[in-house]
T-cell receptor, first 108, second 118 residues
Framework: SQQGEEDPQALSIQEGENATMNCSYKTSINNLQWYRQNSGRGLVHLIL?????REKHSGRLRVTLDTSKKSSSLLITASRAADTASYFCATDGNQFYFGTGTSLTVIP | DAGVIQSPRHEVTEMGQEVTLRCKPISGHDYLFWYRQTMMRGLELLIY????????DSGMPEDRFSAKMPNASFSTLKIQPSEPRDSAVYFC????????????????FGEGSRLTVL
């Protein structure tokens, strides 16, 4: 399976701290995407990083990709209570495989 | 565009009953995916379509599950007969790839259909 696996499964931090989540996958990819899911809602796309990119930024988000290690990380800087959600990585192919997600809780 | 629209949002049914979940993808999108989400198994890809044609249904758990996409603006996921272990949130997602080949674009998700089978 190409399924991504996020680590840690759960993360609790104080508002203002940085949150780092990791994703590992098993096979070659064209790109890797990160999604966010608020409780009871659908997933929302955050950022896409292509296999020839090593780092990408979008606002308070920073994503890195290491294809040699088949891993990616998502960093959320200066976290806010509103960042509380589950975060998923997804690897491509002709179909998208999602990991089990990291549940992030930001304590005000 | 209103985004991906799923119905019903909530469904409670009894074991053995037929369940039909519906999805309207974003207009112009050429890929449609059905996922199932549970606490134990996370997000599982059930089936996906390209230009209304089912491409890979290897994730469909059993013959009790079937999915159709009769046109570009509508898809259904049917469970017949339903069982308690089918209880989950079912998501539909769509994306546009055009002539790019492999599906590499952003997925747009609906809000999901929460199914409870008693």
């Amino acid at each position: 399976s190409q399924q991504g696996e996020e680590d840690p499964q759960a993360l609790s931090i104080q508002e203002g701290e940085n949150a780092t989540m990791n994703c590992s996958y098993k096979t070659s990819i064209n790109n890797l995407q990160w999604y966010r899911q608020n409780s009871g809602r659908g997933l929302v796309h955050l950022i896409l990083i292509r296999s020839n990119e090593r780092e990408k930024h979008s606002g308070r988000l920073r994503v890195t990709l290491d294809t040699s290690k088949k891993s990616s990380s998502l960093l959320i800087t200066a976290s806010r209570a509103a960042d509380t959600a589950s975060y998923f990585c997804a690897t491509d192919g002709n179909q998208f495989y999602f990991g089990t997600g990291t549940s992030l809780t930001v304590i005000p | 565009d209103a985004g991906v629209i799923q119905s019903p949002r909530h469904e409670v049914t009894e074991m053995g009953q037929e369940v039909t979940l519906r999805c309207k993808p974003i207009s112009g999108h050429d890929y449609l995916f059905w996922y199932r989400q549970t606490m134990m198994r996370g997000l599982e890809l059930l089936i996906y379509f390209n230009n209304n044609v089912p491409i890979d249904d290897s994730g469909m758990p059993e013959d009790r599950f079937s999915a159709k996409m009769p046109n570009a603006s509508f898809s259904t996921l049917k469970i017949q007969p339903s069982e308690p272990r089918d209880s989950a949130v079912y998501f539909c997602a769509s994306s546009f790839q055009g002539q790019k080949g492999a599906n590499t674009g952003e997925l747009f998700f609906g809000e999901g259909s929460r199914l409870t089978v008693l």
